[in-house]
């Protein structure tokens, strides 16, 4: 494992968190929560309303301001977790990451997400931090255990 290792995230519901969480204890690493600076509420993730705030952020790529900035300045390795919302990383993840000069550092994706497969993988996201090394995310459902992450991080030769 490298020498300094933080866990990012973001969660609307919890759900990505409680997984960031169990990641954090399994990988003993850091970890700080990605918040906008406007709160997410439960009518701002109605994907039936073309008007909600999901889908308006999505359609317009915009770039939600962060409550408070995150420095990835003394780790080697970032994970950034979040939901899959239209089988890509909400935008205020593009925020957190064009917001920070990862070079000489990994990011691994980890994502949340019941049904959705796609975007997990991160690689929409590679061109908002270009200079860094990207190993390949998962998707994983809010329940899984942290003995199932640690053999991941385990997997992935860090």
């Keep these: 494992m490298a020498d300094k290792v933080l866990v990012t995230y973001f969660s609307a519901t919890g759900n990505t968190r409680a997984v960031a969480q169990k ?17 997410y509420i439960a009518s701002d993730l109605d994907y039936e309303d073309e008007k909600s705030r999901v889908n308006v952020e999505h359609n317009v790529d915009a770039r939600p301001q962060m409550a ?14 979040y939901p899959l919302w239209f089988g890509v990383a909400p935008q205020i993840v593009r925020t957190f990451l064009e917001s920070q000069d990862f070079t000489g550092k990994t990011i691994v994706t980890f994502a949340t997400s019941g049904s959705s497969l796609e975007g997990a993988n991160g690689e929409h996201l590679h061109g908002c931090a270009p200079k860094a090394t990207w190993k390949t995310g998962r998707r994983f459902t809010s329940d899984v255990s942290e003995e199932t992450l640690a053999q991941w991080v385990e997997g992935l030769g860090l």
């Design 23 to 39: 990641l954090a204890k399994a990988a003993k690493a850091d970890i700080r929560e990605i918040r906008a600076s406007m709160p």
């Design 68 to 81: 408070k900035a995150i420095n990835v300045g003394d780790y080697d390795v970032v994970f950034v977790g």
